[in-house]
């Protein structure tokens, strides 16, 4: 296989001052982590799929941000309840979450 | 433009506790961003390339690890000496670094 992984999950847990830039926040990132692990786990797909934390992605303002990499596809205001949509459209079926992606 | 990045570099600064399985490294991680962030900002390129910390890859063994996106080029026992090759050959002409490419 010359590809690690099918899809490739970044998810900002960047936490900046109380006060300063608005940043995705640490507490919400890490919990989407989970969330996505949980739901990549569930459906049996952790060889294929991997989600791991990341620093800044320079999408602050419209954060908390994911990437889903080969793609390149940037969804913003991500929440809890969005990780199965994502999941389920996205990861496993290739279809893009059309609400709530970023656009350059 | 639907890409935001033409490439996107993740650098693992995950660091486990000492005689732990081993680790890409905090340290090591955070130097070869800053002295990856340092060779794009050379040769001006923070628009269209962006590099970053990120968590674990699963490909501690081979570690130090860089993953280059959109491709999923993964890059292993990345040294800081290796960060120029990497940006002009991979980052800027499009050539895969093989001699420091993981396969899988």
Redesign the interface.
Known sequence: ?????EK?L?ICTNQRPEGARVSCGEAHGLALVAAFKKAILHNGLTTEI?T????????CEMGPSV?V????I?YGHVQLSDVDEIVSEHLINNRVVERLK???
């Open positions: 296989m010359d590809r690690k992984y490739h970044f991997r791991q934390r990341t620093g800044c992605m320079e999408t990437v990499y080969p793609e390149g940037f970023l656009t350059f």
